[in-house]
T-cell receptor
Framework: SQWGEENLQALSIQEGEDVTMNCSYK?????VQWYRQKSGKGPAQLIL?????REKRSGRLRATLDTSSQSSSLSITGTLATDTAVYFC????????????FGRGTRLQVYA | EAAVTQSPRSKVAVTGGKVTLSCHQT?????MYWYRQDTGHGLRLIHY???????EKGDIPDGYKASRPSQENFSLILELASLSQTAVYFC??????????????FGKGTRLTVV
């Protein structure tokens, strides 16, 4: 199957720092969704960016999408310890209605 | 707030036994999904449904069946559980298929251990 290819990275930073996580995908997608999963919980959607958008902001979050390079990024400014989680990107690469393809995730640890 | 409830939250099953995972949503959503998550991996779609009494195969349907008896309920069935099906399973719902401007709501997950 076609997976988003963000590697399962592990990032450790200090509270207050900014961080950017990347995601690449293999084929055309109409939307990229970013999710956050905290320990012991299900994923929760953070931000959705469509293929006709280059950038989307929500509070401290900023998502970008570059369809020419088939990549997306999620940036968090002024991180907090509560941002500690695994972050996933998801796309509808299969073009089959109802199917999202998730990347492996980036594990972010923010130290207070 | 949108709610997806899974039961049980954890289960230990014997190899070759039958396992049923249940999911209930109060969101009035048409779409429901079952995903599997293995350590160090993202979520992989097993089955999904966009209407009651109908299910569709996802990326990894082998060894799993699904049942959508009503809009609110969606079950995942392992007829003959195997060790390789040890994982965390997530149910989710959305009011439209991904690709639309829609949010997918996930349950808290069911940790299944097959021994």
């Amino acid at each position: 199957s076609q997976w988003g290819e963000e590697n399962l990275q592990a990032l450790s930073i200090q509270e207050g720092e900014d961080v950017t996580m990347n995601c690449s995908y293999k084929t055309y997608t109409t939307v990229v969704q970013w999710y956050r999963q905290k320990s012991g919980k299900g994923p929760a959607q953070l931000i959705l960016i469509r293929s006709n958008e280059r950038e989307k902001r929500s509070g401290r979050l900023r998502a970008t999408l570059d369809t020419s390079s088939q990549s997306s990024s999620l940036s968090i400014t002024g991180t907090l310890a509560t941002d500690t989680a695994v972050y996933f990107c998801a796309t509808d690469q299969t073009q089959v209605v109802g199917q999202l393809t998730f990347g492996r995730g980036t594990r972010l640890q923010v130290y207070a | 707030e949108a709610a997806v409830t899974q039961s049980p939250r954890s289960k230990v099953a014997v190899t070759g036994g039958k396992v049923t995972l249940s999911c209930h949503q109060t969101n009035n959503h048409d779409y429901m999904y079952w995903y599997r998550q293995d350590t160090g991996h993202g979520l992989r779609l097993i089955h999904y449904s966009y209407v009651a009494d109908s299910t569709e195969k996802g990326d990894i349907p082998d060894g799993y069946k699904a049942s959508r008896p009503s809009q609110e309920n969606f079950s995942l069935i392992l007829e003959l559980a195997s060790l390789s099906q040890t994982a965390v399973y997530f149910c989710a719902s959305s009011d439209a298929g991904p690709g639309a401007n829609t949010e997918v709501f996930f349950g808290k997950g069911t940790r299944l251990t097959v021994v």
